[in-house]
């Protein structure tokens, strides 16, 4: 398991060393705590699909990442390996730096992906057609206007159509209507 140094915040997951915490010491982040704070994304979206019955978007993992219990398990989790792994309590500074790389886009795509494949059959749940039955095509990352990063599901409507969506827009391996 490796560690870095990164700068405070995380702007940047790898700095020079000699980067600071306003505490003195060494900005770091690494393997074991990251590989903490997935494991509470992971829970998380997986909370929130269960509790909508759809994919969450990244705007909703997002909003809770700092705060569901999830994410505070993971925290407290991270916080123990970084200490085990380096002999001091990572600084807040660190734990900033670790929740901004821990990202929301990366880890809907693994929940995606691991429920969905390219030919399966999936069921829309979007305005124009719900209810109707496509097959997914791939399962991208994407970029959206401002730059941030999305998760995009390709579809192929029993019409021929095409169309790129969000996953919270569809449901999982489902028999739509025949």
Not at 26 to 49: K, Y
Request: net charge negative; charged share 25%; hydrophobic share 40%.
């Amino acid at each position: 398991m490796g560690y870095w140094y990164t700068e405070p915040g995380g702007t940047s997951l790898f700095a020079p060393l000699g980067v600071r915490n306003a505490d003195g010491t060494d900005m770091r982040w690494g393997d074991g705590p990251a590989d903490e704070l997935c494991a509470g994304l992971t829970a998380l979206i997986d909370r929130l699909r269960s509790e909508t019955g759809r994919y969450p978007s990244v705007a909703e993992i997002d909003a809770q990442k700092r705060t569901a219990w999830e994410m505070r398990r993971a925290l407290r989790a991270a916080a123990a390996a970084f200490r085990q792994d380096l002999g001091r309590p990572p600084s807040r500074w660190e734990i900033a730096a670790g929740l901004n790389f821990a990202d929301a886009a990366i880890a809907l795509e693994a929940a995606v992906t691991a429920d969905l494949s390219p030919g399966d059959s999936v069921v829309l749940r979007t305005e124009g057609h719900q209810g109707v039955r496509a097959v997914v095509q791939s399962i991208d990352l994407g970029e959206s206007d401002e730059g941030a990063l999305e998760v995009l599901v390709a579809v192929r409507t029993e019409d021929g159509g095409e169309l790129r969506l969000e996953p919270r827009h569809i449901e999982g391996n489902q028999q739509g209507p025949q």
